[in-house]
């Protein structure tokens, strides 16, 4: 457990020290305020209430999810795992005691931990911004389902990065990695939208999963079937990107 | 004498025919082991397998009686190694670098960190950046984080390579350093001889992935004027030279 702990505080370390995670968040900022901006004018120009206080963090996270946040955790998974082997740095620490099965988590949760992150900066940034243009709007339970609607987008979000280090233990190049996974993004987007009835089977299509959370009766039913096709997703790219992880000669 | 490292019966085959094949060897406590051999010998690809960065085909190594591939943290926990090239972060400080890896052990707080600088004449450099430093520098760090956690076992591909002529002489003198005083024991591959020669005092020559032969240094300068006849000699007996 002790390497284990080791080498997500270093994985973590070495995500942050890159420069990605400032330019993410700057970017995250900039979407955030050209939101808000949109949604004054709107206010102020047609004299419509276009979203309340807390309506404000769910539509930035619609956007963001779907958009900036695969964007940034494609990246960073390129370089935690292509970064590294063809940098030659992955041998720096498969050569230290701790297993590959370990290490390989250790990249897994340092990814999530990232996403989580990144999840939580956007939802504190956007709830500021609608606090500071739509205070009388604001209740309790609205935080709580916001709060709520951004916890839950970490699942479909780490599933979607699951598959990128899959293709990431497959592709040696960072660049073919990065292509495959923005054509599999696109195509992905593409069947759900000709075949909306078998949208559920595509990983893509589950960033917006947080509007189930974000209602006043629960789908049980509904939340739980996506939460297994989530989850199933997750086991199946988690243990075959190990697999050649594993495998890997290097 | 307890052996420290075991390689039994270790093959590794590539597509183009080339590779090791079935290499037997015993390296014990206390032994700085030079293992000699051109390039494209294979000693990469044996040191490879020692460290578990590569699966053999058939075979297993055993480092203090813990076989690599079943029980790799066990088998690597005395043992600081450099293979191929010494890498690090480029973007992290050598001292942001040593912390890294110094979290994999107990015992290894800042001031074994800079000990280990000091040790390898970097410690001025410590907070500077790895992407502005030299060849011989970054070698250097790389020895470093070889024994940052006091390795019993350190395996060293090429460690001198990239050094200048003061900085070989001063690893050298920290490799015999450490073997006398810690009694650390090294496994070092070159294609120089004329290094092995200074620095080992057991020599194994690996010859188109073949373990030719092993033997002592003092053994050797009996029988020959210099490393470098018994060299030709035992290449020569293969036929290949």
């Known amino acids: 457990m002790g390497t284990f702990k080791a080498a997500v505080i270093n994985e973590i370390i070495k995500i942050y020290k890159k420069k990605k995670v400032i330019v993410a968040v700057i970017i995250s900022l900039f979407a955030i305020v050209m939101g808000q901006l949109m949604v004054t004018v709107v206010n102020t120009g047609f004299g419509l209430r276009a979203v309340s206080g807390t309506q404000f963090p769910i539509l930035v996270l619609s956007l963001f ?3 900036i946040l695969p964007f940034f955790t494609t990246l960073v998974v390129i370089d935690v795992f292509s970064g590294e082997f063809s940098h030659n740095t992955m041998k720096i620490t498969m050569t230290r005691p701790i297993t590959r099965i370990k290490l390989f988590t250790a990249k897994v949760s340092a990814v999530a931990f990232f996403v989580l992150v990144n999840l939580i900066i956007v939802m504190l940034l956007s709830m500021l911004a609608g606090i500071l243009f739509n205070s009388d709007s604001i209740t309790e339970m609205g935080v709580f389902r916001v709060l709520l609607a951004y916890i839950v987008t970490l699942i479909p979000v780490v599933a979607f990065a699951l598959i990128i280090v899959f293709l990431a233990n497959i592709f040696k190049s960072g660049t073919t ?17 000709a075949f909306p009835r078998y949208s559920s089977l595509f990983i893509t299509s589950m960033f917006d999963w947080h509007s189930l959370w974000n209602v006043n009766t629960f789908q049980i039913s509904k939340i739980l079937r996506e939460f297994f096709i989530i989850l199933g997703c997750a086991i199946m790219f988690y243990t075959a990107g190990y697999y050649l992880f594993d495998k890997r000669d290097l | 004498m307890e052996t420290v490292l075991k390689v039994v019966g270790v093959t590794k085959k590539y597509n183009n025919g080339r590779g090791i094949f079935d290499i037997n060897l015993d390296v014990q406590r206390g032994d700085i082991f030079g293992f000699l051999g051109p390039n494209g010998a294979g000693k990469t690809t044996a040191m490879k397998i020692m460290t578990g960065l590569m699966s053999a085909d058939s075979g297993d190594v055993e480092i203090f009686g813990h076989s690599i591939t079943k029980e790799f943290e066990k088998a690597m926990r005395k043992v600081g190694c450099i293979i191929e090239t010494a890498e690090s972060y480029t973007y992290l400080s050598a001292y942001e670098n040593l912390k890294l890896f110094s979290r994999f052990y107990d015992d290894v707080d800042n001031n074994r960190i800079d000990e280990v600088l000091e040790l390898t004449g970097i410690l001025k450099y410590k907070k500077e950046k790895v992407k502005n430093f030299s060849l011989g520098m970054k070698q250097r760090l790389g020895i470093a984080a070889a024994i940052l956690s006091r390795p019993e076992l350190v395996i060293l591909d090429e460690p001198l390579n990239g050094l200048d002529v003061q900085g070989m002489i001063e690893i050298r003198k920290l490799i015999k350093l450490l073997a006398e005083t810690e009694k650390t024991t090294f496994f070092i591959s070159s294609h120089l001889i004329h290094d ?3 620095t080992c005092d057991r020599i194994g020559i690996l010859y188109n992935g ?4 092993v033997d002592s240094k003092e053994n050797i300068l009996k029988n020959y004027a210099s490393l470098e006849n018994y060299y030709v000699s035992e290449v020569g007996k293969n036929g290949n030279i």
């Open chain 1, 65 to 67: 999810s779907r958009t």
């Open chain 1, 177 to 193: 990695v990065f292509f495959i996974s923005v054509i599999i993004f696109i195509a992905f987007n593409a069947i759900t939208i």
């Open chain 2, 196 to 198: 092995v020669e200074l």
């Open chain 2, 210 to 213: 073949r373990l030719v032969n």
